[in-house]
C-alpha cells in the first residue's frame, strides 16, 4: 500500500488569472469544494497517511485552508519555495526528505478526475515511475508520451500518443541524481524512454486540467447538470 504522496501546489497560475491574483490555483472551487480537497479525500480513502505540499505563490491561503491534514484523514507537511523558483521535478527534490525512501503519488494540484487511487498499485521491479496518461484534450492534441505494447512509455512513433495526467506513482530513486534547484520533470521521464522503467496507464475516464476560468466554468456546469 502507497501510504505518502505529495501534491504539486506551488504554481502560480498565470492562465487562471485573475482568479489566481487572490487565490491559489488548487483552492479554487470545484463542485462545491476546493480542487485539492477532492485530491486529499482519494488518498485518505486509498490508505494515503502523510501529504507533502509544495507551497510558494500564495502559500497562507492553502495552509490556511488545510491545515495539519487532520480534517481530511491524513497528516500534512509543507514545503516551502520561493516565487516560481524550482519548477515540478526541483521541487520533490527540495520535498524527498518528508517523502522517504519508497514510491509516492505525485498528483497536480490543479487537475480534477475521478480516477481512483485505491486498488492495487506497486511500481514492478526496475520501474522508477508508473504514470496515469488520458486521451488527448483539446488544448494538448499532440499527446506527451507513447504507450508500448508492454505498457512503458515509448519515443517510437509507431505507438500511440496520449497526455500526462499530473498524476503518477515515483521512485524516490527517479532523482536521486538530481541536484537541488530549479529542474523540469519532463527531461528525467524522456530521459527514461524506451528503457522500460517507466509504466503507463491509460486512463479512459474523468479527467481535466483545470488550467483557465473558462476550463474551470465548464467543470463547474458539468458537474451541476
Request: aromatic share 8%.
Amino acid at each position: 500500500m502507497i501510504t505518502t504522496a505529495m501534491i504539486l501546489a506551488a504554481g502560480r497560475g498565470e492562465r487562471m488569472r485573475p482568479l489566481t491574483d487572490t487565490m491559489p490555483k488548487p483552492m479554487l472551487s470545484v463542485g462545491g469544494k476546493p480542487l485539492i480537497i477532492w485530491h486529499l479525500e482519494k488518498l485518505a480513502a486509498s490508505g494515503v497517511e502523510r501529504v507533502v505540499i509544495n507551497l510558494a505563490h500564495l502559500s497562507d491561503k492553502i495552509e490556511q485552508g488545510l491545515g495539519n491534514g487532520e480534517q481530511f484523514g491524513v497528516t500534512i507537511v509543507y514545503s516551502h519555495e520561493q516565487q516560481g523558483a524550482l519548477e515540478t521535478a526541483g521541487g520533490i527534490v527540495q520535498a524527498l526528505p518528508h517523502i522517504g525512501d519508497n514510491p509516492f503519488w505525485l498528483v497536480n494540484g490543479d487537475v480534477w478526475t475521478d480516477w481512483s487511487f485505491s486498488g492495487h498499485h506497486e511500481l514492478q521491479s526496475g520501474e522508477l515511475a508508473k504514470l496515469v496518461l488520458v486521451n488527448n484534450p483539446e488544448h494538448n492534441p499532440d499527446g506527451d508520451f507513447a504507450i508500448d505494447n508492454q505498457g512503458y512509455l515509448s519515443a517510437k512513433q509507431q505507438f500511440s500518443r496520449f497526455t500526462y495526467s499530473g498524476i503518477g506513482l515515483y521512485s524516490p530513486e527517479l532523482f536521486a541524481a538530481c541536484q537541488p534547484g530549479k529542474a523540469p520533470l519532463a527531461p528525467l521521464l524522456k530521459a527514461q524512454l524506451d528503457r522500460q522503467t517507466i509504466a503507463a496507464e491509460h486512463f479512459r475516464g474523468q479527467w481535466c486540467d483545470v488550467g483557465t476560468p473558462q476550463r474551470l466554468a465548464a467543470l463547474n456546469q458539468q458537474m451541476e447538470s
